[in-house]
């Protein structure tokens, strides 16, 4: 039990992709335990509250046992310790994600230096995907099909369907 290593996967996830799930994929195989932390706060007008962002992930999360879904706000590093995760996981796509990630690896390091970044790469497939380019494809009629999971594309049709009705 003492030796059991928790990885906390922090993101926005607005709106969770298949990169994201191929990460928790990934993560979930080599760590005891995952918590997918959901960062309360995001850009100004998310397309989900954080509580349908939580929502979805545990839709898709709920077969695997040892992956949980938990919302945070405030410094990361200080929601990992709470949580006594040695390890914060991230996906890198392609190098020009490097910059970002080695700033926020180092930033992170020098708040809680027990605290480690284990950086993992998604399938290629992957690799050119973010919830920036699908919500931009959605808002703009293209197909998102195989881009998110599919209760993610459904729950984001109801939306748009929803919105349209209060116009
Ligand atoms: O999916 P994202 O938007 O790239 O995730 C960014 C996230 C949530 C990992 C980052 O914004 C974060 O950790 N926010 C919490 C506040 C914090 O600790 N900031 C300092 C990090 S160096």
Known sequence: MANRVTAIYPGSFDPLTNGHVDIIERGQRIFDRVIVAVLVNVEKNPLFNS??????????????????????????????????????????RAVSDY?????????????????????????????????????????LGGSIAGLVPSVVEDYMKQKINSDRGKI
């Open 99 to 139: 910059e970002y990630e080695f700033q926020m690896a180092l930033m992170n390091r020098r708040l809680k230096s027990s605290i480690e970044t284990v950086f993992l790469v998604p399938a290629e497939a992957y690799s050119y995907l973010s919830s920036t380019l699908v919500k931009e494809v959605f808002n």
């Open 51 to 92: 509580e349908e962002r939580v929502h979805l992930l545990r839709e898709v999360t709920g077969c695997w046992d040892n992956v949980e879904v938990d919302a945070f706000d405030g410094l990361l590093v200080d929601y990992a310790l709470a949580k006594e995760a040695k390890v914060i996981l991230r996906g890198i």
